[in-house]
């Protein structure tokens, strides 16, 4: 195994070794209980093709990261929205394949834990409302396990390798290393967890991405958020001067940078989902519209069930389909 170079010296022919077959192997280090020992976590990727390789450089315009919040989650959870949008995109004259997506799944690493005590505490005690309790569990448990006072939480630091490995995916297998504008599309939960992710990765902290990695993986190419039900702002509570992510990235060039845009998503009905520009005058200044849509149907749409229901909602796919496609143009 070969310890490599920056992929982009691959890609773009420099160094010594433009032949050699290589592999990046990532280590994280994170800090574990009090004698601060050192867990290593590391994420091997796919060999970088050699420049002698006939391999097809990537033609897409476009990768988007999309990243789920609380509720029941399966790993294919993200698949009809692809599809409604990609389709949406069709109809705009975009071709199916100008988009790379990957989304990030990582609600196997609380999920079972929360299914097994309320099916221990539904067997000991009368609990009504099972539907709207198994979501406040997800939602109250999934915010209490993701947190970094003083250390990140052991689930803080394994959602953010998700984050990693999704991101290398993106940018090594849907990309083939070509980088391009990216979206990340982060629902609930997942807009805060992305929010930190970014924020530890410009910060240069273990918990971000790693320091040695390329631009895009660094999210230097962040050219778009897309949060939908977001509860941002309520994660913020506790810092009197509260601080966003920089946005947008800083190595976009200057006709992508002028379509960059943060759009936030919530529908009045959704208690988990809040405008995110209130919150200070620098969110203000990065978030460009916090956008009412009225997701659901006839029934959840009034209630707060609406908070699961923006994934294929005409009234949320639409504008962001088009938001998509600007950068296609």
């Known amino acids: 195994m070969v310890d490599v170079r920056d992929e982009r010296d691959i890609a773009e022919g420099r160094g010594s070794h433009e032949t050699t077959m290589v592999y990046r192997r990532r280590t994280v280090r994170v ?19 050699s420049l002698g390789s006939s391999k097809e450089l990537s033609l897409k315009k476009l990768a988007v990261l999309v990243v789920h919040g609380v509720g029941s989650q399966s790993d294919d959870y993200a698949d009809a929205t692809i599809e409604e949008l990609t389709s949406r995109l069709a109809n705009q004259g975009h071709a199916a394949d100008s988009i790379a997506w990957e989304s990030v799944y990582w609600a196997d690493i609380l999920e079972p834990r929360q ?18 309790r198994s979501l406040v569990v997800q939602a109250l448990g999934d915010a209490a396990a993701y947190k970094f006072v003083d250390s990140p939480s052991s689930t803080y630091v394994a959602i953010h390798t998700r984050i990693r490995a999704a991101m290398n995916r993106l940018y090594t297998q849907g990309l083939n290393r070509e980088a391009a504008p990216l979206i990340v599309m982060a629902h609930s939960l997942g807009s805060q967890i992305m929010s930190c992710y970014i924020w530890d990765t410009q910060s240069g902290m273990l918990t971000g991405a790693d320091t040695a990695s390329t631009h895009f993986e660094r999210m230097e190419w962040l050219a778009g958020m ?16 509260p601080k966003p992510i920089r946005f947008p990235g800083d190595a976009i060039p200057g006709i992508v940078r002028a379509k960059a845009k943060w759009l936030n998503y919530y529908d009045k009905d959704d208690v988990l989902g809040y405008p995110i520009r209130p919150i200070s005058d620098g969110y203000s200044d990065v978030v460009d519209a916090d956008i009412e849509v ?4 006839l029934i959840s749409a009034a209630t707060p069930k609406s908070h699961i229901k923006y994934w294929t909602d005409n009234d949320f796919t639409k504008p962001v389909a088009q938001f998509l496609g600007s950068f296609l143009e």
């Open 294 to 297: 009225n997701v659901g149907g």
């Open 31 to 49: 800090a574990r209980g009090p004698s601060h020992s050192f867990a290593h976590i590391s994420i091997e990727t796919d060999p970088a093709p």
């Open 226 to 241: 897309v949060t939908f039900g977001s509860p941002i702002p309520l994660f913020t509570f506790a810092d009197a001067d």
């Open 115 to 132: 299914l097994a005590y309320l099916t221990r505490a539904g067997e000991t005690n009368e609990l009504d409302w099972p539907t709207l």
